[in-house]
C-alpha cells in the first residue's frame, strides 16, 4: 500500500531563508511522487514530479525536491522564500498502476516580511 | 494555459436534498477524476472516469455519489441525498492519459466547496 508523511503541519519562514518542506514516502512500486501547491481560492498546481529519471527535480517559481530512495524521502526545498509562496503544500505519491493519487496532510508554508 | 473550470464555487444545503457539482475539464483531455477533502483532513481519490465509465471509484464513493458526462464539455459529480459528513472540497481533475506516471499529469480546478446543514 501507499503512503505518504508531511512531517510539518506548519513552517514559518523569514523571506529570502531557505525553505525546506519534508516528505516521506511508502510504496511497494517504482512511485511517481509529486508536490502540488494551493494558494487560496485557487486549485491545486503542480510544482514538479519524479518519475525515475534524475532524482534532483526542478520546478516552478524556484523550488526543487530531491528523491532518496534510501531514506524513502522527496523534500522539498527552495533557497530563498518569498512572500507569494505562503501557500498549503502537498507530497502526493503514485505508483502508476491506479488512477489514485495518494495525498499527504499538507504543510502551510508562512512567510514573514 | 488551460485550465479545469469548477461550478460553483461554493454551495450551502440542508441534509437530504440532493447536489450537482460541475466541471469543465481541460478540452483535450480524456481521463476525468473528482477528489474530495474535509476540513482538516487528506485530500482523498473519490473516482475517475473514462470513455463513459467510471474505471476506478473508492469505498467512499457509495450508491449516493454518482458521475456524468452530459455532453462534451462538462463533468458532473451527483450527491443524492446528502449527509453532514458530505460537507467538503470537492476537486475535479483531468489528464490526458491514464496512468499517473511518466509524463502524464493531472491538473486540478479551484474547488467547490460545499457545506451541508
Known amino acids: 500500500a501507499q503512503s505518504v508523511t508531511q512531517l510539518d503541519s506548519h513552517v514559518s519562514v523569514s523571506e529570502g531563508t531557505p525553505v525546506l518542506l519534508r516528505c516521506n514516502y511508502s510504496?511497494?512500486?517504482?512511485?511517481?511522487l509529486f508536490w502540488y501547491v494551493q494558494h487560496p481560492n485557487k486549485g491545486l498546481q503542480l510544482l514538479l514530479k519524479y518519475t525515475s529519471a534524475a532524482t534532483l527535480v526542478k520546478g516552478i517559481n524556484g523550488f526543487e525536491a530531491e528523491f532518496k530512495k534510501s531514506e524513502t524521502s522527496f523534500h522539498l526545498t527552495k533557497p530563498s522564500a518569498h512572500m507569494s509562496d505562503a501557500a498549503e503544500y502537498f507530497c502526493v505519491v503514485s505508483d502508476g498502476s491506479t488512477d489514485k493519487l495518494i495525498f499527504g496532510t499538507g504543510t502551510r508554508l508562512q512567510v514573514f516580511p | 494555459e488551460p485550465e479545469v473550470t469548477q461550478t460553483p464555487s461554493h454551495q450551502v444545503t440542508q441534509m437530504g436534498q440532493e447536489v450537482i457539482l460541475r466541471c469543465v475539464p481541460i478540452s483535450n483531455h480524456l481521463y476525468f477524476y473528482w477528489y474530495r477533502q474535509i476540513l482538516g483532513q487528506k485530500v482523498e481519490f473519490l473516482v475517475s472516469?473514462?470513455?463513459?465509465?467510471?474505471?476506478?471509484k473508492s469505498e467512499i464513493f457509495d450508491d449516493q455519489f454518482s458521475v456524468e458526462r452530459p455532453d462534451g464539455s462538462n463533468f458532473t459529480l451527483k450527491i443524492r441525498s446528502t449527509k453532514l459528513e458530505d460537507s467538503a472540497m470537492y476537486f475535479c481533475a483531468s489528464s490526458p492519459r491514464q496512468r499517473l506516471s511518466g509524463a502524464n499529469v493531472l491538473t486540478f480546478g479551484a474547488g467547490s466547496r460545499l457545506t451541508v446543514l
Open positions: 472516469f473514462y470513455n463513459n465509465e467510471i474505471s476506478e
Open positions: 510504496s511497494s512500486y517504482s512511485p511517481s
